[in-house]
Structure formats: C-alpha cells, structure tokens
C-alpha cells in the first residue's frame, strides 16, 4: 500500500544528516535536520512547511542560512522546532545579517520557533516585516511529546543525550488514502488535480452526503464539473488503509536509557532512519563522541520491531 509520505535522505550517508519528507497529496514537505541542502531544488525547499533540527551542532544547522536566502521575499510561514536554547540560536543567526530593507519587501516571511525541553516548550515569532525581531515574550506550553497533529499525521519527539538534548522524531500517518484506478474508469473519471482535494476532503471527514466537486480542463478547452456525492465517490474511488510511521534517531550516546527511549520511539516504525556512526570495534570512539555504533542500531531497531532500516550519518573512519 502505498503511503503518503515518501522519505529519503537528502545526502549520502558520509555527507551531512537530513531527512526530506515530501507529502504527495499537497504540495507540501517536511525537513528533519538542516545539515547541507544543495542536494534539494529550490522546488523541493519551498514546500517545506515544518522543520526539525534535532541539535545545533554545525552539520545538523549550516542549512538554515541556504533555506532563509530561498524564503526570504515571498509569503511563507515555517514552523522550526529545536531543542533547549534553540531559540537563542536562531535569533543569532537572524541577527548576524542586516535587515533595513526587508521590511519594505510587498511578502512577509514568518518563522515560527519552537524550542523543546522535557515537558514544556517555548514558542516565538519572527517576521520580516519587523526585521526579525521577536515577536513579544515567548510563549509557554505544556509538552507531553506530541509536536505537530494535524487531521493526516501527527509527529511526535523524545530528547535524548547527546552530551546535548537531542531531539528524536516519530512521524506517524493517521491511515493512507489510496486511489482505486478502476473506480475511476468506472466513473469516467480523469486523474487531476481534484484527487489532492479529495484526499484532504477524506482526512477532513467531509460529510458523505454532500456533492463533491470533481473537475478537469483539457489544454484549449472549458472546465469540465461534474458533482458526485462525497459517500459514493469516497466507496468508488478511495481504498483506505492504516497509516505508515517513519521514525528518524540521530546522534546519540548508546546508553541504557537512550536505546530504551529510542525502541519506544520507533516501535513498529515501517521505516527507521538510524545513525550508525562508528563500526562495533570503534564503540570507544562512538562512546566519546556520544554517537551509536551500527551494531546498537541494529538492536534498536530489532528490539523496535521495524519493517525497514536505513543506516545514515556514517563517520570517514
Ligand atoms: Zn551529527
Ligand atoms: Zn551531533
């Protein structure tokens, strides 16, 4: 069945960490991790809608720069999350260019930044209209380990010890929503863009008894409408089935507690992105650098009984 969400790493497992995360039914993505983007189009980055920065160690954040230059004079709202003192790095790579002109700009960017500690997070606003000053005080909830529910998917995140918090992040899709080709002929139906429409419609829980809107235009030629009752269209055309989780663990100690957390994180993941930094014979050397070895991320994800694994972030030695 396929899934909405098609991950992949935005590097090669030598090159910096990074997850992009494009969901199919809008045109709409999301990012773990801000390490180097030049692999990414400039397509491909402005989708992005949410980004995840597990820590701000340099090859997890030098894109943040690559991402504000692409955002910067069009109207966008992002959403970034980080750990413990992430709002202040931020505000210091905002504050590191000057900004007398932005503000004149017609498009206003908005950051919105999100920093997490273990059961509270802190939420600030930046805009270009104001030259990224933050937005008043922050804000305060509570976080229980849910960061982002949305009608399709929810995310949800552990901190754990990288000698710095570092952030963990299980992406999980509420069910899959997958178009039945026949249905469509049987309908007369083209493929279009109406089917994003659709899909949204069934995450929204449209009313099945209202017309759904169904249209298409042939190059040179009218809009063609027809109206189908939602119910109807949704038992012709639409095979719904569970949702995939994609879990994303990177640089942290193989502590006890860590693989603990982490196998909880990723039980029964469909995919798991797992550092695998140093080899079984280094694990002295992963110890230090409080990076896992690849041996520790095989049993996170034996022990997390995952469908799929994908070793990443791989050290030179
Ligand atoms: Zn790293
Ligand atoms: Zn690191």
Known sequence: MRSSFHPRLINDPFADPGLFIPVSYERRALIFDLGELSNLSARDLLKVSHVFVTHTHMDHFIGFDTLLRLLLGRDKEIHIFGPSSFMEKVEAKLSAYTWNLVENYENNLSIHVIEIHRERAFEQRFESRNQFEASAKPQEHAF??????????SIDAVLLDHKVDCIALALKENYSVNIVKEGLKELQLPVGPWL??????????????????????????????????????????????????????????????????????????????????????????????????????????????????????????
């Open 144 to 153: 229980e380990g849910n960061l982002v529910s949305e009608q399709s998917f």
């Open 196 to 317: 994003s429409e659709f899909k949204r419609a069934i995450y929204a829980q449209c009313d099945p008894d209202k017309p759904f809107r169904v249209f298409w235009k042939k190059r040179g030629e009218e809009t063609v409408e027809r109206y189908i009752r939602f119910g109807e269209l949704k038992e012709r055309i639409a095979r719904i089935s569970p949702g995939q989780k994609i879990t994303y663990i990177t640089d942290i100690i193989g502590s006890p507690e860590n693989i603990a957390k982490a196998v909880d994180l990723a039980s029964q993941s469909h995919h798991l992105f797992i550092e695998a930094a140093f080899l079984d014979k280094d694990r002295e050397m992963a110890r230090k650098k409080y990076h896992l070895t690849a041996r520790e991320a095989g049993l996170i994800a034996a022990m997390a009984g995952v469908k799929e694994v994908c070793v990443f972030h791989f050290s030179p030695r």
